[in-house]
């Protein structure tokens, strides 16, 4: 049994989409998360700052005991995976390669479309996460940055936000595509709202599930699982105001966030 909590990360409060289904699936667990609110977004920035950023968060997480990180980021984990893992000696995970895989045994017409921020569609991270996997798959990318401006609001429905929906998937419909890969962990909040716009034809895979079955195997593997009947510990920081962490966490936990703490990563 290993009481270490694992570290969960993320430019903002986004990740806790991907929290919200590690703790389905591995209740025991203690949590530290992190939200680096004060530099949201990160999807606009310059893969080298986001990798800056996110070295010093795991840094932080690993000065907590941590053992595991997740990276809950589809741009971080873009711009920092190989190099966290080169300097952390905990298991490390990021969000993309499980929503690859994942998207990779979905398509039977071998073409993928993908909506992200403008950095993690820039890096082309997915395209090659699938194509490592099956060279013969399509993938067709569209940053979609306006989808992270509601869900951050907490704008879940309406006109206005389905008509932005529609815009930024039809380019990818005009492509045929059969799989429909959330690479924002955002956009489970929405993810009903974007299979409205969707055919029956297509399937949406969001990547903070595929991560989350990711963590528990991992956890497996390494017999590292928490199995303590107590009840489990869950710690946030934010770089940024408490208080407006406390109310729109709820939201995307879909519970009360009890313990939350300011931090400067930079001091």
Same mark, same amino acid.
């Given at each position: ?10 430019? @903002?409060?986004? @990740? &806790? /989409? ?42 932080? #997480? ?12 589809? /741009? ?5 995976? $190989? ?10 995970? @990021? ?80 492509? $045929? &595509? ?10 489970? #909040? ?14 949406v895979i969001s ?49 009360? &966030?009890?313990d939350v703490s ?6």
């Amino acid at each position: 049994m290993d009481l270490r909590p694992i570290g969960v990360f993320d430019s @903002g409060l986004g @990740g &806790i /989409t991907v929290l919200k289904e590690i703790i389905n699936l591995v209740p025991n667990e203690n949590i530290i998360y992190f939200g680096d609110t004060a530099r949201f977004p990160y999807g606009p920035r310059e893969l080298s700052q986001v990798k800056n950023f996110a070295l010093k968060i795991a840094r932080f #997480l690993v000065s907590k005991n941590v053992k595991m990180i997740v990276i809950a980021c589809n /741009t971080s984990t873009a711009a920092a995976l $190989s190099d966290i893992k080169q300097e952390i000696k905990v298991p490390v995970i @990021g969000v993309i390669e499980p929503g690859a895989r994942a998207a990779v045994n979905a398509t039977e017409s071998k073409r993928v479309g993908v909506i992200a921020t403008k950095g993690t569609v820039e890096s082309m991270a997915y395209d090659n996460a699938i194509k490592k996997i099956d060279k013969s798959i399509d993938v067709f990318s569209n940053p979609a940055p306006l989808l992270v401006d509601y869900v951050e609001k907490g704008i879940f429905e309406g006109r206005s936000l389905e008509k932005t929906i529609c815009e930024y998937l039809n380019p990818l419909f005009t492509k $045929s &595509i059969d799989v429909l890969l959330l690479g924002c962990t955002h956009f489970p #909040l929405i993810e009903n709202n974007i299979k409205n716009c969707c055919s029956a034809q297509v399937k949406v895979i969001s990547s903070a599930v595929e991560t989350a079955k990711d963590v528990e195997k991992t956890l497996k593997d390494k017999d590292i699982l928490n199995n303590s009947d107590n009840e489990s510990d869950r710690k946030f920081y934010t770089t940024a105001d408490e208080n407006t962490f406390f109310k729109s966490g709820k939201i995307f936990l879909g519970e009360k &966030i009890k313990d939350v703490s300011h931090i400067d990563i930079d001091m």
